[in-house]
């Protein structure tokens, strides 16, 4: 049976606080962004895992976190010029639309403020603030997190993961991202499902197979302006290509990549095309932590030794990876 999983990285301003020049538009669509998504899955009724960044479930803060072990200047933008912009530090009232959704979907993290898992600077002291707060806030609203999402996909820390009780997390795509990522699936036809596994800790890797948003600016224009979208015509790709090998087709996006209609109509016609393969064909739609858990079951294995019934998780061995 196919599967196809949207993992969504709900971050206001937090995506893009340490930046220097903050690109306007994505900053400002984070809430609209927010809105159009629930809107769109509910009209389909598709469930979606998204990683919300902790700091957002927060009524009010210092803007100065000095028991964070993060560097001062972290917090800094809180405290200067989004002093008064509480709408991007902030939204406990879009954290309680999703959870009052209709549709079903999940819950998890995208860590507490934002900290790149994958930089030398950020140390196992950092990584573990950010999870420890992050968990915190999630049971002050009666959750628990099961999903984790790394800021700008940086992999790193994850035995902090694990200590903390995540169990899965989103892996890098094995093809790049925008027109790379494009030319990788298209003309060197490479597939777009991606395989599950569980890494040294007990962790599930579900990894990402396409950024929804990674072909944008005057070549997407040109492309639409001749032709229909060249996003939407890849996720068909990928979904049919779930259903016709019975793999895992991961796509992923911001609620800030939203920024207007054309981004609203993209969202809209994907979301139509998988709502209708799914009635047309046993394909699913999953969340991370639904894939975790399978990926999990699939490897149990019960020991067939005279004890009987003992369970063991088959894990493969450690690998040295680059980038944690
Ligand atoms: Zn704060
Ligand atoms: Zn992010």
């Keep these: 049976m196919g599967s196809v ?18 690109p306007g ?12 998504m629930l809107e769109l899955l509910e009209t389909y009724e598709i469930p979606a895992t998204w990683a919300v960044v902790g700091h957002l479930m927060l009524e009010s803060c210092d803007g100065r976190h000095a028991d964070h072990p993060a560097p001062d200047e972290w917090f800094e933008r809180e405290r200067t010029t989004w002093r008064d ?8 009232d879009l954290v309680t639309d999703l959870l009052e959704s209709d549709v079903d979907h999940e819950f998890a993290s995208h860590s507490f403020s934002h900290v790149l898992f994958d930089r030398p600077e950020t140390d196992a002291e950092i990584a573990a603030a950010e999870l420890e707060r992050s968990v915190e806030i999630a049971a002050d609203w009666g959750l628990s997190i099961d999903s984790f999402v790394y800021p700008r996909n940086g992999v790193g820390h994850r035995d902090v993961l694990a200590e903390y009780g995540v169990r899965a997390y989103r892996g890098r795509s094995p093809t790049g991202d925008g027109v790379w990522g494009l030319l990788d699936s298209t003309i060197r036809d490479r597939s777009m499902l991606v395989e599950p596994t569980i890494d040294e800790y007990g962790l599930v890797d579900v990894p990402a197979s396409l950024f929804l948003f990674g072909f944008e600016g005057p070549a997407r224009t040109v492309a ?20 016709r090998r019975d793999g895992v087709f991961h796509m992923w996006l911001h609620p800030n990549n939203l920024v207007g209609k054309q ?35 699939g490897n149990v294995t019960t020991a067939s030794d005279a004890d009987g019934g003992v369970i063991s998780v088959s894990r493969p061995a450690p690998a040295s990876r680059s980038n944690d």
Excluded: K
């Design 5 to 22: 999983v949207i993992s969504l990285d709900a971050e206001l301003g937090w995506g893009f606080h340490d930046l220097e020049s903050l």
């Design 25 to 36: 538009r994505r900053v400002e669509a984070g809430r609209r962004g927010w809105s159009t």
């Design 85 to 92: 912009r509480e709408d991007l530090r902030f939204c406990p």
């Design 224 to 243: 639409e302006s001749i032709w229909r979208d060249p996003m939407v015509v890849q996720v068909r790709r990928g979904i049919d290509e779930a259903v």
């Design 263 to 297: 981004d609203d109509r993209r969202m809209r016609a994907i979301l139509e095309y998988l709502d209708r393969r799914r009635s047309e064909t046993d394909l699913r739609v999953e969340t991370m932590n639904r894939i975790a858990q399978r990926t999990v079951d």
